[in-house]
């Protein structure tokens, strides 16, 4: 399975300010997604990034807020803009792998960004 | 109502006891059934899956999947203090490719 590494790994941060997290995959791939992760909550998928195309938010997510880039095939970054308290989060970059003879995915993750907002 | 329910702990358990670990979904089309391990400061990893009803073993790991009841588990044999982590429960419908989350529990094992 593809190896991912996220920098930073954690950050204090203070309101109003915009932090830039960066995924670089081992291998080539299609779609990079990325998830936030708050204490007791689900893990959330914010959006999914495609090389050379817009990426595409889940409800309750806007480009704004947490614009994405994906340069090429292994890279992609995750912007969080005017940082509030309540983006006190881990946040996840993945990949995902087909389950051999199953139609569904796996999800590889990086060890994650944990963002502290002041 | 969440479409996957899970009891985020902690769960503190003695080194050698039997762990099940539960989530219940919403979602009748829900056909893959995962389990995924996080340790701290790491990301999650796939553990175990299993595809509609029935049991999967794996070592000392039991993953089991009643449908009728909308149910899983996951059942950790001679549990071990390196077991500690927080285990995550994930669901994908038949239709698509989004993986659904539970909220996750965090599992102690003590020595």
């Known amino acids: 399975s593809a190896v991912i590494s996220q920098k930073p790994s954690r950050d204090i941060c203070q309101r109003g300010t915009s932090l830039t997290i960066q995924c670089q995959v081992d291998s080539q791939v299609t779609m990079m997604f990325w998830y936030r992760q708050q204490p007791g909550q689900s893990l959330t998928l914010i959006a999914t990034?495609?090389?050379?195309?817009?990426?595409?938010?889940e409800s309750g997510f806007v480009i704004d807020k947490f614009p994405i880039s994906r340069p090429n095939l292994t890279f992609s970054t995750l912007t969080v803009s005017n940082m509030s308290p309540e983006d006190s989060s881990i946040y996840l970059c993945?990949?995902?792998?087909?389950?051999?003879?199953?139609?569904?995915?796996?999800?590889?993750f990086g060890a994650g960004s944990r963002l502290t907002v002041l | 109502q969440k479409e996957v329910e899970q009891d985020p702990g902690p769960l503190s358990v003695p080194e050698g006891a039997i762990v099940s670990l539960n989530c219940t979904y919403s979602n009748s089309a829900f056909q893959y059934f995962m389990w995924y391990r996080q340790y701290s400061r790491k990301g999650p990893e796939l553990l175990m899956y299993t595809y509609s009803s029935g049991n999967k073993e794996d070592g000392r790991f039991t993953a089991q999947v009643d449908k009728s009841s909308k149910y899983i588990s996951l059942f950790i044999r001679d549990s071990q203090p390196s077991d500690s982590a927080t285990y995550l429960c994930a669901m994908i419908d038949t239709g698509g490719f989004k993986t659904i989350f539970g909220a996750g529990t965090r599992l102690f094992v003590k020595a």
């Open positions: 993945s990949v995902e792998d087909r389950l051999e003879g199953t139609g569904a995915n796996v999800l590889t």
């Open positions: 990034a495609n090389q050379g195309s817009e990426a595409t938010y």
